[in-house]
Nanobody, 121 residues
């Protein structure tokens, strides 16, 4: 099986920075897209940003220019650098990966357990 383990959440003041990490492990042949979603209390889960295996990225409008996604394919790890944090960025952040476990096999979506990011004003 496959697991995604996140780290790096916490409490930060508005204007501060945090870096989240997510490492995938297990029976992995290849990882297609990786990225991050978030869910604030009382709201639906929303996309923060995605990065393809080739390094192309896309972001939610609300985080463009402040957040940056990167990945280390050798380590099966994706990162989220969050700068200029705002109170409205407060949410549980979930790592996401689309993973293929064998050659020519199907791709499955996997999620991390979530890590809390709290931005105080």
């Amino acid at each position: 099986q496959v697991s995604l383990v996140e780290s790096g959440g916490g409490l930060v003041q508005a204007g501060g920075s945090l870096r989240l990490s997510c490492a995938a492990s297990g029976s992995i042949f290849s990882i297609k897209d990786m990225g991050w979603y978030r869910q604030a209390p009382g709201k639906q889960r929303e996309l923060v940003g995605l990065i393809t295996s080739g390094g192309s990225t896309n972001y939610a409008d609300s985080v463009k220019g402040r957040f940056a996604i990167s990945r280390d394919n050798a380590k099966n790890t994706v990162y989220l650098q969050m700068n200029s944090l705002k109170p409205e960025d407060t949410a549980v952040y979930y790592c996401y990966a689309k993973i293929q476990m064998r050659w020519a096999g199907p791709e499955y979506n996997y999620w991390g357990q979530g890590t809390q990011v709290t931005v105080s004003s």
